[in-house]
């Protein structure tokens, strides 16, 4: 059977810009771009030229890109010709392929936000895609609020999607603006629209206010709607936009989407969807959501001692979909409710392979759960956990001991309280092998001193940990009965491009940090095979 | 028209006892469970008594709760009578109002992961359920994989929720174990088990595994079910549990469900709604998904500046529900892409007003792109925007000026390398009004120590100061450029109950917190109207 061809729009660089928090640089939005046209995206919206002096820049010239790169802004403003338009302008005069058009399609809307009539509106839609065809650009029309316009007067808002395909746009674009539209409203006015307008012309783009952008954008594909417009981990303004990092591989992996539809994103391109998922947090210094579905770290996860056991025994049992499929993968927790079956699995994870009846199993058992009721985590610090079951089996060499270390931050300020001196210098006196090594550095802080001074002189094993720096560091605190304790955890790189992380615990910063730190140089020396 | 009841069933302390990185005290539970009581869930799932030594303790004494109290466990081993089975008598023994049975449910399961026979399977619910109902517990069968199971041996997968029915079960509850259900899907084979057993003894369990456990659970009940099961916030193993935080306000707010059916929870107590799901991050130390529909910080957040006005305006454009009735609150954030609307907005927000044609709001706004170009953030840090805007504005006081400040971490290890000793103090040196004033202090830490120097002597602010602590503190590094730059939110609480945050920037960590902790004092002397 013929498979229809759905297509894929992707609005990181603008919706997605409307995240809390988030603000692209041009060179996060070339990375960006990049990413979504590896992953086989068919349009990256590149943002708003002539809203932002970025945006404008960024359309100046056209990204090296397969998907179409594509362009947002306002349809003529009213009273306005799109000639005489700077806005419209803007559009047309971008390197963009296509241009999309935002546009009322609720009459409450056109009134009250716009204090248009309804017909400029229609007109405003019908000269701003004729202008952008005749400069042989490809159009398409979100028609913003279109499902609560089509509740409140059906006949408007299909009168303004009609103007736009009757005018040559490619794509109309239903818009659920607000988020609040259900599943099966959606369902039922994208049928409704498809009578009028063929749907392989008809796109949706949700947002995630009642949690459901994902199943409104499956709806409205079920209904005949074949774009659906989204972003990478769902940014976007408020709840987010309808999360294509979930759409993608429900696509894909869903039987019955699968048979029906095909999309631009194969199957190979699929397995680097985790990888691209946080690559993006990686660009946006955010946190990566363990529970996001598919390439979440924790989408595959399992805790109970119970489920551990079946999934070993058989995926399909808590398995929806195989972790591989998306470059992610299975992880059995190491947890206070760990049981022999998760750290078995773990230590196989981390290429440690270990006896199921080994005594040595239960001493690293208690050792976890002593460490973790001090507030250790180690779902977030495999080198931690590795280097700690190594020493539990004996294998892990003892390389060097700490003697002392010290830091010192000082700052004065100018009379005028503004900045005068700030210093931070730490001290370290390492023993390796008998002998004793005192190093010191300035740093830009206290951590950044320590970890100088501490990778100063390591004597025989200098050279291994000459390539390491610290790439991430991250504080959380617990305020776990009167004294708070703070846990670090610290994320390290060597010239080889391998990512290690640690932790450390204390009711000091610098102590955690330390420890942290720590940590990572011994896991080194032990994957660098120092003896 | 006669509303029909639908049940909300919670079990964030069991299945959401699953989320990674979340490990409940007994205090937590007990403390969760009232918040779930107050807001009006029907079941309250503490746990699985017998399976772990805190959930028996847990269910030894019934909590004093409105909600009835349920307790979580497997049917009758195979081979076992129920009165030998350790498991089912941990169950009858607790002090449970309710017991939910889990049994298998797809023929294919019932082979691999419990290698039992499918007859004794059924007759291990049907005896069960029985001994169950014959103390006195009401009874209930989650049916594991159902979905799965049902596409696989529909017949079967039928016949396992008859014999809970048949049996005396109140509830057969229908389990998308693995999350890889989609919401039509759900639809339709919920619409075939109501054609057999009643849709009021009919609940659904759904899980976030394609991003739609909220679109399936409503799905389940407009097909018919009317018992759904799901977590606050989400909590839950994987990719979490159906969001009751989301289902709930849907519920209660979207007009078709309004109309249909009524739940425990009030529309009273849904303006608590936010704080409860705060209230619950805040017993987990994390941080709350500023995301999440309905109750994130993000949720009713705008940032464009051409929809600011807009929702100012009008709220219905951006606003699918009012904030207000979730006990959210409409924000326009202050931002790179900030106009003076949203400023004026925000400054409204916090009470403070000023003309829209202000000259020294441009200076805000200045000051405040100037600020986040440097890693300012004041979305979460409303303390210090509330400080700047007050200090352009010309209505802060001046009371003192920082002379210098210095701290010092030092450690000395045993020779085992153990503990030995650990200190961090600090020296802070305050100008109030022209007298110089010295003090030191010891800390757990390095800010603890800063902070405790800094508010030993402040003169004539001391009274009002004696009463503030720190509370939470947040550390974020930015790899701008090859410095990084460490972004510091400090919360800080008063005896009146007061909290509030600030922010700090700086290459060093220290001195970061210390100008958080700066902001956070002269915010609490302005609010105490100090002069």
């Not at 996001?292 to 058989?314: C, E, M, Q, R």
Request: glycine share 8%; net charge negative; with cysteine.
């Amino acid at each position: 059977m013929m498979k229809e061809r759905v297509t894929l729009y992707d609005t990181t660089l603008r919706d997605g810009a409307q995240t809390t928090g988030v603000d692209f640089s041009l060179e996060d939005k070339r990375q960006i771009a990049a990413l979504l046209d590896d992953l086989g995206v068919d349009y990256v919206e590149g943002g708003y030229p002539g809203a932002n002096p970025l945006d404008t820049e960024f359309f100046t010239t056209r990204p090296k890109l397969r998907a179409r790169f594509s362009a947002f802004g306002m349809t003529r403003r009213q009273g306005r010709s799109v000639e005489n338009d700077p806005g419209v302008a803007a559009l047309l005069d971008s390197a963009a392929d296509a241009v999309t058009f935002v546009a009322k399609s609720w009459d409450y809307q056109v009134k009250v936000a716009l204090r248009s009539t309804e017909e400029d509106n229609l007109q405003g839609i019908t000269q701003s895609v004729k202008a952008a065809v005749s400069k042989q650009k490809e159009a398409a029309v979100d028609c913003e609020h279109f499902f609560d316009g089509f509740k409140a007067n059906p006949d408007y808002a299909l009168a303004c999607a009609k103007a736009a395909y009757d005018s040559g746009a490619r794509w109309v674009v239903l818009c659920d603006t607000n988020g609040g539209t259900l599943p099966h409203e959606v369902e039922r006015i994208v049928a409704e629209v498809v009578k009028v307008i063929p749907g392989d012309h008809i796109g949706v783009h949700c947002h995630d206010d009642t949690g459901q952008a994902v199943a409104n954008s499956l709806a409205a594909l079920r209904a005949g709607a074949r774009q659906i417009q989204g972003t990478l981990n769902g940014l976007g303004e408020r709840c987010g936009n309808a999360n294509l990092t979930t759409i993608i591989p429900t696509l894909l992996l869903k039987e019955e989407f699968a048979e029906r539809f095909e999309i631009g994103v194969s199957r190979d391109k699929l397995t680097h969807l985790t990888r691209v998922s946080h690559a993006l947090d990686e660009l946006l210094n955010r946190a990566p959501n363990r529970h996001a579905p598919y390439v979440g770290a924790s989408a595959f996860a399992t805790k109970a001692g119970i489920h551990a056991s079946a999934v070993l025994t058989d995926p399909r049992t808590y398995e929806h979909v195989p972790p591989e499929s998306v470059g992610n993968m299975r992880r059995v927790l190491v947890s206070d409710q760990a049981g022999r079956s998760n750290i078995i699995s773990e230590l196989t994870r981390l290429g440690v392979n270990v006896d199921k009846k080994d005594p040595r199993l239960t001493r690293l058992l208690d050792e976890v759960k002593d460490k973790e009721a001090q507030g250790y985590a180690y779902e977030g610090a495999d080198a931690s956990f590795f280097l700690l079951a190594k020493r539990v089996l004996g294998e892990a060499p003892h390389y060097f001991d700490i003697e002392r270390y010290s830091v010192a931050v000082d700052r004065r300020f100018a009379k005028n309280g503004g900045f005068e001196d700030l210093g931070a210098e730490a001290i370290v006196k390492v023993n390796v092998h008998g002998e004793s090594r005192i190093s010191a550095a300035e740093g830009n802080g206290p951590v950044n001193a320590l970890d100088l001074a501490l990778r100063k002189d390591l004597g025989a094993y200098q050279r291994f940990i000459d390539d390491v720096r610290l790439v991430d560091y991250r504080v959380r605190v617990f305020q776990g009965g009167t004294d708070a304790v703070t846990r670090v955890l610290v994320e390290c790189a060597d010239g080889a491009g391998n990512r290690w992380s640690t932790v450390g615990v204390s009711a000091n910063v610098i102590d955690a940090s330390f420890e942290a730190i720590v940590d990572a140089i011994n896991y080194k020396l032990l994957i660098s095979g120092a003896t």
